[in-house]
């Protein structure tokens, strides 16, 4: 057996991923927020004890909305070298992928509305894999830019066939 041990990818994701998971999260959880609270309000006889439940929903959200950006954010991690392209991201659970850069077959960025006030991207790495394609989301904008240019110059002087 090797005593070989993968080492965590190298970069972070920018830290202006912090307030846009937060914001992003405040929107979703204001919607089932509300909704709990409504239901709450317009429904005629409900028990008395789910308004311990509409309590649980809030209470989750507001967890949800403060701590999960910041774990997040230590989680979060990608690299890209000239063999392959590494990434670890979750915030309950741990996802580590890596992609041979000869099994790369395309490279996306992706910049959604809510992402450019932040200066974020994300981009998208699909390889010939049944696990599906590799994201790495919330790269500062002109990281992304840079890391798509990178990937496309590597993959395109690799000789191996991404199939």
Do not use: K, N
């Not at 190298?10 to 089932?32: F, K, M, T």
């Not at 997040?72 to 991201?89: F, Q």
């Not at 994300?122 to 989301?137: K, L, N, Q």
């Amino acid at each position: 057996m090797s005593d070989v041990v993968l080492r965590e990818p190298a970069h972070r994701v920018s830290p202006r991923a912090v307030p846009y998971w937060r914001l992003s999260a405040a929107i979703g959880d204001a919607i089932v927020a509300i909704a709990a609270v409504v239901a709450y309000v317009v429904v005629p006889g409900m028990p008395g004890w789910t308004i311990v439940l509409v309590l649980l929903v809030v209470a989750a959200a507001v967890a949800h909305v403060v701590l999960m950006p910041r774990i997040r954010y230590r989680v979060h991690r990608w690299e890209v070298t000239d063999t392959a392209v590494h990434t670890r991201s979750g915030w309950i659970g741990r996802e580590s992928r890596i992609a041979p850069i000869s099994r790369v077959q395309t490279v996306d960025s992706r910049q959604g509305a809510l992402m450019r006030p932040f200066g974020l991207a994300s981009i998208t790495v699909t390889t010939a894999s049944a696990a599906g394609p590799i994201t790495v989301d919330c790269l500062d904008a002109d990281t992304a830019r840079e890391v798509v240019a990178r990937l496309t110059a590597i993959t395109a002087a690799t000789e191996d066939d991404a199939t």
